[in-house]
Nanobody, 121 residues
Framework: RLQLEESGGGSVLAGESLRLSCIASGSTYSRYCLGWFRQVPGKEREGVAAIDKDGSARYADFVKGRFTVSQDNTKNTLFLQMDNLKPEDTAMYYC???????????????WGQGTQVIVSS
């Protein structure tokens, strides 16, 4: 069974950068579509970025031009480079994987536990 573990969250100032990582165990990333999501208390989980098995990616409008999703299949690791962070980016960030589903809806079968990102003005 695929297991996911995020890391790289932290507390930064607006305009700074963070890189989140999500390492997989139990299977290989190359067989899955992958995504990053975020959630704040009281709100629904929202899609941030997704990457398909062929490497094509899509982004939520609110992160386009600031966030970049990538993966290193040799290390079974998914990344989310977040630049020019804003206070509204503060959330718990989750990685997700699914053998078939690709997109920014929270329809993935496998989820990590999340890593907290706090952006202060």
């Amino acid at each position: 069974r695929l297991q996911l573990e995020e890391s790289g969250g932290g507390s930064v100032l607006a305009g700074e950068s963070l890189r989140l990582s999500c390492i997989a165990s139990g299977s290989t990333y190359s067989r899955y579509c992958l995504g990053w999501f975020r959630q704040v208390p009281g709100k629904e989980r929202e899609g941030v970025a997704a990457i398909d098995k062929d490497g094509s990616a899509r982004y939520a409008d609110f992160v386009k031009g600031r966030f970049t999703v990538s993966q290193d299949n040799t290390k079974n690791t998914l990344f989310l480079q977040m630049d020019n962070l804003k206070p509204e980016d503060t959330a718990m960030y989750y990685c997700a994987a699914d053998r078939d589903f690709y997109g920014l809806d929270a329809e993935y079968n496998y989820w990590g536990q999340g890593t907290q990102v706090i952006v202060s003005s």
